[in-house]
Structures are given as C-alpha cells and as structure tokens.
C-alpha cells in the first residue's frame, strides 16, 4: 500500500518562497501510469489542483499558478517536491501530495495526511 508524507516549514513570509517535499513509501514514483501531485485547500475554500509530475519527469502545473510553481523529483529517494514562488497570505492552505492516474483530480486514490502553510510576516 503506498503512502505519501508531506513535509516542510509550516511558516513562510510573504514574498517568499515555499518549498514541501513529500516522500513515498510503498510504491515507486517512476511506476507507469500515475501522475504524482500536489493539490491545496486554503480555510473554508475547496480543494485545487496545482500541478503534478509523471513517470518520465513531465510536469504539469494549474495555468493561474504556472508562473510561480516548479515540481520536481528525486527517484533515488523517491520523493518529489513542490516550490511555489512569490507567495502572499492567500497561499495559507493545507498541502497534500497525491498519486493518481487522473491528472488535474482532486479526489486522489492516494495521498498524504496534509501539512498546514501559513503565510505571514
């Protein structure tokens, strides 16, 4: 059974750049088929896809967050990770890495137990 865990600073200030990692077990991120994704749910909003990577290390990002967002991955320790760039207090969210073979879902087969970001000075 995989399972995903986010991890990274729970404070970043404004104009700032945020970094989480998130780091599976269970199964292999090169494994064919699934997208591995980042997707955040800000305080009474819905939860948002904001990108994802594949087995060859394509990525796909949320157009409104294109400019700001980077996912990369490191497959010799099976972790991929997510940067978002220039963020402001309406970036405060919950994170969560998923897998699935959906891109652009946000209700994954597979994800993490969430880490909370909040953006402040």
């Known amino acids: 059974q995989v399972r995903l865990q986010e991890s990274g600073p729970g404070l970043v200030k404004p104009s700032e750049a945020l970094s989480l990692t998130c780091t599976v077990s269970?199964?292999?991120?090169?494994?064919?088929?699934?997208?591995w994704s980042w997707i955040r749910q800000p305080p009474g909003k819905g939860k948002e896809w904001m990108g994802a990577?594949?087995?060859?290390?394509?990525?796909y990002y949320r157009p409104s967050l294109k400019s700001r967002t980077s996912i990369s991955r490191d497959t010799s320790k099976n972790q991929f990770t997510l940067q978002l760039r220039s963020v402001t207090p309406e970036d405060t969210a919950v994170y969560y890495c998923a897998r699935d073979v959906v891109l652009g879902t946000t209700t994954p087969t597979a994800w993490g137990q969430g880490t909370q970001v909040t953006v402040s000075s």
């Open positions: 990577i594949d087995v060859s290390g394509s990525t």
């Open positions: 269970g199964g292999s991120i090169t494994t064919n088929y699934y997208y």
